[in-house]
């Protein structure tokens, strides 16, 4: 070995020398390096970490990345940049701090177009985001307010949970088979707990006992953990003494397959024996519509016809009828009346309140309308 002008080299810890015989040494370490690790790396050798916010977009790619992007990789470890979604912001206010993630449920669709997010319904049916959160929080300050599109409903349980599903195509009806309904008599049925908000007067009803079945509650009370719901009795569809199945109610006019109209069978009095050759009603709301024929001979001075419904205690209704009394057609209109809390609507030959004849023919048609 020549060392030169050297006489004499010492070697540190952790490094070896060898003499190639061309007088050149060639040093080579050891071990591992040692010491405090510098530039964009922090900690010591041998096991140094990238030291915080140093690996930038401007180191990235080239320098690419364009502001208000974040980089992703690809399975071969490229990396590209999509755009940021900067902020989700409570409506009519600022913006929440940190970044967003959304995560779609079944049937929802999320889809990112620049800074902005996309809700959209997949398919009919029904689904839910999983969860809106703030990265790195787990709760949301502040009520978050969002508005529906065409296809999506949204529902806020409290300030921390939304709900966001595909709007489901309906046929009107709310399925109700998780509540048993159990017969009771040829009028009523019952159901455990108290449902007496569920089954207002008015709520139409749909349910099965070996065919399809309709109704509309009349009225419906609450005694000891049972409630006992009284449909408006009609000889359409019968209340048997069988199971019920395939139950469920609706509060909209006209849900699929519901008659609107209902045929019943009136109790009338003022004949001797009466022909009631159409007694039809209808329910919408509160508001209750019949509409009658009845004829025969008169053995009464008069004329009462039992109610589907038993009226409110605030009803008053009148209305004009056509009519005919000692075997002939009345010149003026004969009137209607149902009061608060009536079971029957009276019939009047005139609008004075004048009585029928007790003898001959006597004929009233017509309808009235009143509160339920």
């Given at each position: 070995m ?11 810890t952790?490094l070896?020398g ?23 790396l922090t ?5 140094p970490?990238?030291?915080a ?9 080239g320098?690419a ?6 980089a992703?990789t690809?399975g ?8 940021r979604?900067?902020s989700?912001?409570?409506?009519g206010s ?9 995560s779609?449920g ?16 997949t ?7 999983d969860s ?6 787990t709760?949301?300050v502040?009520?978050?307010e969002?508005?529906a ?7 806020q ?8 599903a595909?709007a489901t ?19 009523t ?18 349910f ?13 009370s ?6 006992t719901?009284?449909?408006a ?5 019968v209340?048997?003494n069988a199971a019920?199945s395939?139950?469920?109610?609706s ?6 397959g519901?008659p609107?109209?209902?045929t ?5 009095v003022?004949?001797?024996t009466p022909?009631?050759?159409r ?10 519509h019949?509409a009658?024929n009845?004829?025969?001979t ?10 589907p419904?038993?009226?409110s205690?605030?009803?008053l ?8 009394d000692?075997?002939a057609?009345?010149?003026a209109?004969?009137s ?20 029928w004849?007790?003898a ?6 017509g ?6």
């Amino acid at each position: 070995m020549a060392l030169g002008r050297f006489r004499r080299l010492v070697l540190g810890t952790g490094l070896t020398g060898t003499d190639n015989g061309d007088e050149t040494i060639t040093l080579e370490a050891t071990g591992a390096p040692t010491g405090a690790a510098g530039g964009d790396l922090t900690g010591t050798y041998p096991n140094p970490t990238v030291a915080a916010k140093k690996i930038t977009a401007a180191k990235m790619d080239g320098g690419a990345a364009a502001a208000d992007t974040v980089a992703q990789t690809d399975g071969s470890g490229n990396v590209s940049f999509v755009a940021r979604i900067k902020s989700l912001c409570k409506s009519g206010s600022t913006a929440l701090a940190g970044d967003v993630t959304l995560s779609g449920g079944s049937n929802v669709n999320l889809t990112q177009v620049g800074q902005n997010i996309e809700i959209a319904a997949t398919v009919v049916g029904s689904g839910a985001v999983d969860s809106i959160a703030v990265q790195g929080d787990t709760t949301m300050v502040g009520n978050i307010e969002f508005a529906a599109g065409a296809g999506i409903t949204l529902s806020q349980d409290d300030v921390d949970t939304l709900t966001i599903a595909a709007a489901t195509v309906t046929d009107g009806w709310i399925d109700d088979s998780a509540n048993t309904w159990t017969y009771a008599s040829a009028s009523t049925f019952t159901v455990s707990g108290d449902r007496t908000a569920v089954f207002s007067p008015g709520t139409r009803l749909r349910f099965t006992q070996t065919t399809v079945k309709y109704g509309v509650v009349a009225s419906s009370s609450h005694s000891a953990g049972t409630t006992t719901v009284t449909p408006a009795v009609n000889t359409d569809y019968v209340l048997a003494n069988a199971a019920i199945s395939v139950n469920s109610y609706s509060y909209v006019a006209n849900p699929q397959g519901y008659p609107g109209w209902f045929t019943w069978a009136p109790t009338v009095v003022g004949f001797t024996t009466p022909t009631v050759s159409r007694a039809r009603f209808c329910v919408i709301g509160r508001d209750c519509h019949i509409a009658c024929n009845v004829s025969g001979t008169s053995n009464a001075t008069t004329l009462t016809i039992t109610l589907p419904i038993t009226a409110s205690a605030t009803a008053l209704a009148l209305s004009a009828w056509q009519g005919r009394d000692n075997g002939a057609t009345l010149a003026a209109s004969a009137s209607a009346q149902i009061v608060a809390n009536a079971t029957t609507v009276q019939l009047f030959k005139d609008w004075t309140g004048a009585a029928w004849t007790a003898a001959l023919a006597k004929f009233a048609v017509g309808d009235i309308r009143y509160e339920i």
